[in-house]
């Protein structure tokens, strides 16, 4: 079946480490995204790519990075620089970004992330 | 500037009855809009969504909704809700030509048995 798959489920932070959020993606979409979800909010967009090799920095960038070395995968790293990285991380396809908004967003299963 | 907002932070309805989500958005253009829903823990789905047409829009799960250009508004409607509805609800806003869509804060939505 295709899909959008991102792992770990729950994932743990120290103080002053990165931590990388793996997304994998086989439906073959162009467009990939990274939102965060915090309790009483709705998601904001962190970074966005468009196409490989090409990421763009969403509303919230600040303490996070990407890279989109394959059509597949899009990685989040949260840096040590995001102080207060608890939140539920949300991973998201399209076929491309400009249909993102007449087509719909494939989402995965979410990681939350805490700190220790 | 393009928004969304959703008065209601939670809702409790009992099994069997109506349900009504409302959605307000603030858009320059002609908008696009959808509600999708979230289980615990889980990703989000799309439930529906409307970018012309005829004003009201039917969906997934028994699910439509409205809109209403003259209220800015895009309320989700069921006649009778099941207990598997209880959910987070969430309305977006995008435009034909924006690169990104803007959610609104949620509802979450629990059934009395």
């Known amino acids: 079946d295709g899909g959008i798959t991102q792992s770990p489920k729950y994932l743990f932070r120290k103080e002053g480490q990165n931590v990388t959020l793996s997304c994998e993606q086989n439906?073959?979409?162009?467009?990939m995204y990274w939102y965060r979800q915090d309790p009483g909010q709705g998601l904001r967009l962190i970074y966005y790519?468009?196409?490989?090799?090409?990421?763009q920095k969403g509303d919230i960038a600040e303490g996070y990075s990407v890279s989109r070395e394959k059509k597949e995968s899009f990685p989040l790293t949260v840096t040590s620089a995001q102080k207060n990285p608890t939140a539920f991380y949300l991973c998201a396809s399209s076929y491309g970004i400009r249909e993102a908004t007449n087509e719909k967003l494939f989402f995965g299963s979410g990681t939350q992330l805490s700190v220790l | 500037a393009q928004s969304v907002t959703q008065p209601d932070i939670h809702i409790t309805v009992s099994e069997g009855a109506s349900l009504e989500l409302r959605c307000n958005y603030s858009y320059g253009a002609t908008p696009y809009l959808f509600w999708y829903v979230q289980s615990p823990g889980q990703g989000l789905q799309l439930l529906l969504k409307?970018?012309?047409?005829?004003?009201l829009v039917q969906g997934i799960k028994g699910f439509e909704a409205e809109f209403k250009r003259s209220q800015s508004s895009f309320n989700l409607r069921k006649p009778s809700v099941h207990w598997s509805d209880a959910a987070e609800y969430f309305c977006a806003v995008g435009g034909s030509s924006a690169s990104k869509i803007i959610f609104g804060s949620g509802t979450r939505l629990s059934i009395r048995p």
């Open positions: 439906l073959n979409h162009d467009a």
């Open positions: 409307y970018f012309s047409g005829d004003t």
């Open positions: 790519s468009q196409i490989v090799n090409d990421f």
